[in-house]
């Protein structure tokens, strides 16, 4: 079987999916569309991705190869957002060549912001601002839905906002992660490793490091950032906790390559994912149990102990790419989708309907900007005005002026007058009159 992993590699789950394929036998391939922002590998790297004329390029190539399958991550196919096609636009010439389809959502490609605040109050979206267009994401799975043969999540917390779903857990290569016997030294060393900071509640993990350390508990922090894979689970096996994230549900890469390494690992894990992994050894904490779950951890060198011992187990039997290959294969051969489906949408294009929300985005500020405008030409009038009404007060301020000067030097006259010497002498008598006994 000959599969195709394309065009963004998520977390390195498509190179992960291939080397699962390769292991059992099959040819698989991965198409990078740009440069990966972690480094993951790729058999391929396609730069030209938003000139039609090199997407066209790139599809016709793909048809050459003679691909069984053609599994596509992130809601993304081999046609992007490139003028005049718009996205997914290959897919009814997939089906026509009888080449299987099949999607994997990761998260945000599929998650609607709006629904996921409803369905969880320790929801990222809360706290910080992704990027999402939630009509895209209905739009592109309404396309997916007409084409694909099926489509998988990759976190069962993602379940509520595609149902039909297919499960296929996370992959990790414990080939390449080396099991980490556990020294502990005197102080424990908590890490975190945030890809995203406001997608892992950052703030919530350093608050709560922080609030620990004042209760007087002793540890020290590791926070990786900006660094390789490599070195990532290199700092994982010289820490004793690994906090993976304290919002959202369910796990992450990060978790498994922690577990893999043998340490504990603490992330917000909801009772359902625990239903789907009855054996996972992940202690679960959300930003206002944190504090209380990390101090007991820590204060527990024997449960510390046997969380960790239980991690590579754990993603031996759940997430090694050994599993990925015998689920991979069930997937593919499941019976295809009818062929003649024709999305309805396409009469009137993604990419129109996407000029067409600019277009009325446009009008609005047009609109707003007329109003400005118009309050732009009344405004030398009104600063006119203003300026009439500053000089009146400055007219009536002078007057005030002059008036308070006359007075001031008829005062000065009568002070100075015989009047009003005499009648000074005549007080100072009858003080001088009034104190003799």
């Known amino acids: 079987m000959r599969v195709l992993q394309a065009p963004i590699n998520i977390a390195n789950q498509a190179w992960l999916n291939a080397q699962a394929l390769r292991l059992r036998g099959h040819e698989a391939e991965v198409w990078q569309f740009g440069e990966s922002k972690f480094g993951y590998p790729a058999d391929r790297v396609f730069l030209e991705t938003h000139e039609p004329r090199a997407v066209v390029r790139t599809l016709v190539e793909a048809i050459g190869r003679e691909f069984d399958v053609v599994h596509f991550h992130f809601a993304r196919s081999l046609v992007p957002a490139a003028a005049p096609l718009p996205w997914l636009w290959d897919l009814p010439l997939w089906k026509a060549l009888g080449v299987r389809v099949v999607f994997s959502f ?113 540890f020290e922090v590791d926070l990786i950032e900006g660094v390789s894979n490599r070195e990532v689970l290199e700092r994982y096996a010289r820490a004793d906790v690994v906090v993976e994230k304290l919002v959202n549900q369910g796990f992450g890469v990060s978790a498994l390559e922690a577990m893999a390494v043998g340490r504990p690992v603490i992330s917000r894990v909801v009772p359902f994912v625990y239903d789907e992994h009855p054996t996972l050894p992940i202690v679960s904490a959300d930003p206002e149990t944190f504090v209380d779950v990390l101090g007991k951890l820590l204060g527990d060198r024997a449960e510390m102990a046997r969380r960790g011992a239980a991690g590579r187990p ?54 707003e900007l007329s109003r400005w405008s118009k309050q732009a030409e009344e405004m030398p009038a009104a600063l006119e005005r203003a300026m009439e009404e500053r000089r009146q007060l400055e007219h009536e301020r002078d007057a005030l002026r002059g008036a308070n000067l006359l007075l001031e030097r008829k005062l000065e006259e009568a002070r100075h007058s015989p009047k009003y010497r005499l009648a000074r002498l005549l007080r100072k008598a009858a003080v001088r009159t009034h104190r003799r006994p």
């Open 106 to 218: 990761h998260g945000s490609d599929i998650r609607i912001p709006s629904v996921a605040k409803q369905l969880d109050r320790w929801s990222a979206h809360h706290f910080t601002d992704i990027p999402c267009d939630e009509n895209q994401i209905e739009d592109l799975l309404a396309i997916i839905r007409s084409y694909a043969d099926g489509f998988t999540i990759s976190n069962v917390a993602n379940r509520p906002h595609l149902p039909d779903a297919v499960y296929l857990p996370l992959s990790i290569d414990l080939r390449e992660i080396p099991e980490s016997p556990w020294q502990p030294g005197c102080v424990p060393v908590v890490a975190h490793a945030p890809s995203a900071r406001g997608t892992k509640g950052t703030e919530f993990v350093l608050a709560g490091l922080e609030a620990l350390r004042k209760q007087g508990v002793e």
């Open 314 to 367: 754990y993603v031996r039997e759940n997430h090694d790419i050994e599993r990925t290959g015998k689920r991979l294969e069930a997937l593919y051969s499941r019976p295809p989708a009818p062929a003649e489906q024709i999305y309805p949408g396409w009469t009137v294009p993604l990419r129109d309907r996407r000029i067409s929300q600019l277009q009325a985005r446009v009008h609005e500020l047009r609109t």
